[in-house]
């Protein structure tokens, strides 16, 4: 076990060097991909080495351990100038490539000199995952061309060594090759998979989980009638005197506490939130799913958020919400190509703002629509009728309680 961790710290000390503060993600997950294959290529080179030497291949062995030794020079490169990868992996390749285009001139060619020209594939998917796809473009002609070459360089130089059978080193290139073209698709794999999780992640935090898959599928605008839905607002009371006084970390902090305390009771209720526009908080039920008790659900929510106001102070502060709520049709839907959002329109919103900005501070104002549905299940106190902007006067009711078995209904 012990030496399990001392594996995995010498691999993540590896896989660190060339790190640096505010290296981008993209440029990271490259880097350590890129020396990880790296390690791989080396470790692969080491047995290769030693048979060279004893079948008198003294040329060949000596670029391998040019090779070889260009790796720790490599790294300590990277390491002093982390700004400069690509420009050091880019010279590495120039190496890389420029060994295997000798051996294959050693040789004799493409398969007397086992495929070793095969090595600028590995060079090519490592461009790819380490500097980008325009130098892997160049990488990729590079490898064309050095498999033309190795094709016909017997043409023009005579080889210096003759292998009786390349089978066997064609077959290790092929093993090293593809183990290590594995490790560089794995790390492909994974970032897309991380990237793509991300991606999902954030839509679905921003956007209904329906509605996230609609927009993935459909794209464009998203618009749908719901004939009975409810809404709710919730306004902090005297709130923009109160914050004159505090500093902006402050009142931000406080609007965060309070609407994540929110945020975890629509998620319990699974009711949908739709928005906050400054001190104010909006919720709706029977959107985007039908649900037949909506104004239950909304009830039971301005109930939880009214008693956590009154009953919890929020970073030192006693707050009061006026609390609004209206049932009846809703539009929903997503409008816009940037900075969208799922959103609710219709007379039974703006009425149920009307109820939120015409309430009373510590109250649950209740237009008659929402009334009529759950009227049975709590407990009220009729606010008679009230002069509402652009509405009229209207008739509400106060929202008190849930009620017990037995209780009378106040009417």
């Keep these: 076990m012990a030496d399990a961790r001392g594996w995995r710290r010498s691999l993540e000390f590896v896989l660190s060097i060339g790190a640096y503060p505010g290296e981008p993600e993209t440029q990271r997950g490259g ?66 490539v420029g060994v295997q285009c000798a051996e294959a001139a050693m040789y004799g060619g493409l398969f007397p000199s086992s495929l070793t020209v095969a090595f600028a594939l590995g060079v090519m998917m490592a461009a790819l995952v380490a500097i980008g796809i325009r130098a892997a473009l160049w990488w990729t002609a590079v490898y064309v061309v050095s498999v033309v070459y190795a094709v016909l360089i017997p043409h ?54 329906e509605i996230a898959e609609r927009l993935k599928e459909e794209g464009g605008m998203i618009a749908e009638e719901f004939p009975s839905a409810s809404v709710l607002f919730a306004d902090v009371v005297g709130f923009t005197p109160m914050s004159a006084g505090m500093s902006p970390t402050e009142l931000v902090g406080l609007l965060n506490e ?22 104010e908080y909006m919720v709706a039920a029977g959107v985007p799913r039908d649900r037949p008790d909506h104004a239950h659900a909304i009830a039971e929510l301005a109930l939880r958020i009214r008693d956590h106001v009154a009953a919890t102070p929020v970073r030192g502060h006693r707050l009061a919400l006026r609390i609004g709520i209206n049932s009846g049709p809703v539009t929903a839907g997503i409008i816009g190509t940037h900075k969208f959002s799922y959103d609710l329109w219709g007379d039974t919103v703006n009425t149920a703002s009307r109820m939120e900005s015409e309430g009373i501070p510590g ?28 509405k009229g006067e209207m008739e509400t009711h106060i929202l008190v309680a849930e009620r017990d078995a037995g209780a009378t209904v106040r009417r």
Aim: proline content about 6%.
């Design 156 to 209: 023009w130089v005579e080889p210096i060594y003759t292998k009786p059978d390349p089978t066997p080193d064609a077959a290790y290139n092929l093993v090293a090759i593809g183990i290590t073209t594995f490790v560089v698709m794995l790390y492909f794999v994974r970032q897309r998979d991380r990237f793509q999780k991300r991606s999902d992640d954030l839509l679905h935090n921003i956007l209904p989980d």
């Design 31 to 96: 880097r350590r991909v890129f020396l990880a294959a790296l390690i791989l290529a080396t470790l692969f080179t080491i047995p290769a080495i030693f048979p060279l030497i004893s079948n008198g291949y003294a040329w060949d062995a000596a670029l391998q351990v040019v090779t070889f030794a260009a790796t720790p020079l490599m790294l300590i490169t990277i390491h002093r100038w982390p700004h400069r990868f690509a420009w050091i992996v880019n010279a590495f390749f120039v190496l890389i």
């Design 258 to 279: 309070l609407f994540t305390t929110f945020d975890g009771f629509v998620t319990e209720l699974g009711l949908e939130k739709i928005k906050t526009v400054g001190d």
């Design 363 to 390: 109250s649950i104002q209740v237009s008659a629509a929402t009334y009529d549905l759950i009227k049975d299940g709590y407990v009220w106190e009729p606010r008679g009728l009230v002069l509402v902007k652009g």
